[in-house]
């Protein structure tokens, strides 16, 4: 599972709320937001913000969590590659 899935897995646990009630909230249906949980699949930033929303969670930190989770999969993709990319962008983000 991933740091996004598992943070609003937590936050919908806290608050007794069913898979299906954030699902239908964000407009998606029950089985992917149970991927998006589970890590299987990644949000889109929209649907991000509307998880935040409806959680009543800080839509900063979930939209950290779901880039973290975003740089996470494209590193384990292709590591080396991943890597130096990461270095470029870190360089440029710096100018």
């Known amino acids: 599972m991933t740091n ?5 897995r937590e936050l919908r646990t806290k608050k007794n709320l069913l898979l299906r009630q954030v ?3 964000i407009e998606v249906d029950t089985a992917l937001m149970s991927k998006i949980e589970r890590g299987e699949r ?7 913000i509307k998880i935040a929303n409806f959680l009543n969670a800080n839509e900063e930190e ?6 973290a989770d975003k740089i996470e ?3 384990v993709e292709e590591p080396e590659v991943a890597y ?7 360089k440029n983000l710096k100018k």
């Open 62 to 67: 979930l939209l950290t969590l779901w880039i």
């Open 84 to 90: 130096k990319a990461l270095k470029i962008a870190n």
């Open 42 to 48: 990644i949000a889109s930033r929209v649907q991000v």
């Open 23 to 25: 699902a239908a909230n």
């Open 4 to 8: 996004f899935g598992q943070k609003i």
């Open 73 to 75: 999969s494209a590193m």
